[in-house]
Structure formats: structure tokens, C-alpha cells
């Protein structure tokens, strides 16, 4: 069983940085794709960002594009989210996921077997 867990959430304002981490009990290596995904309240969860782990191919939702980052530290078994120029529409609870296999679906939410606690994200005006 893997088990995911997110850190690194807080408040900021608007124009801050963040960066959020997810440590994996297994490899980063073993997992294909890792992805964030976040839900805001009264919202369907959004995948924001996700990269297929072997190749290092990163993919992004068209709002945080430009201002996120995310990439994967394989020694440390760690997904990170660096966050940047932070929005009051960035606010939202955001879950670490991760899947075995190859996905043509990479930010489909729905694509993810495997799925953190999450972590809360406030930006404020």
C-alpha cells in the first residue's frame, strides 16, 4: 500500500510563494505519475499539475502555468509544488496523488489510484 504525505500548506497573501511537499513511502521511481490536485470549497477537485516520473514530462492546468512547479526528488522519495505569485483563487485544500501505469489523462483526478490527506493552501487579498 503507498502512502502519501502532504506538508508545507499555510496563509499567505496574494503575490506570496509557498512550497508544498509530498513524501511517498515508496520510490518515486515505482510510482509513473505523481500529480497535485486541489479543491477549493463548493468546487470539484482540479488536478493542477502532475509529471510522469521516468521521463521527467511535466504537465500543468492552464491557470498555473508560468507560476508553479513541480517536480520530484527520487533520493528523498519526495513531490514537491513550488507555488509562486499566489492568487486568492489558489486557495484550496491540495492533494499528492500518484498512479502505477502510463495515463494519456495526466491531470484527470480521476486517473490516480493512490491519494494524500492534503494540505490547506489560503491566500488572502
Known amino acids: 500500500q503507498v502512502q502519501l504525505v502532504e506538508s508545507g500548506g499555510g496563509s499567505v497573501q496574494a503575490g506570496g510563494s509557498l512550497r508544498l511537499s509530498c513524501l511517498a513511502s515508496v520510490s518515486t521511481g515505482s510510482l509513473n505519475f505523481m500529480a497535485w490536485v486541489r479543491q477549493a470549497p463548493g468546487k470539484e477537485r482540479e488536478g493542477v499539475a502532475a509529471v510522469y516520473t521516468g521521463a521527467g514530462w511535466t504537465y500543468y492546468v492552464d491557470s498555473v502555468k508560468g507560476r508553479f512547479t513541480i517536480s520530484t526528488d527520487n533520493s528523498k522519495n519526495t513531490l514537491y509544488l513550488e507555488m509562486t505569485s499566489l492568487e486568492p483563487e489558489d486557495t484550496a485544500m491540495y492533494y499528492c496523488?500518484?498512479?502505477?501505469?502510463?495515463?494519456?489523462?495526466?491531470?484527470?483526478?480521476?486517473?490516480?489510484?493512490?491519494w494524500g490527506q492534503g494540505t490547506q493552501v489560503t491566500v488572502s487579498s
Open positions: 496523488a500518484a498512479r502505477r501505469g502510463w495515463t494519456h489523462r495526466a491531470l484527470l483526478t480521476t486517473e490516480y489510484t493512490y
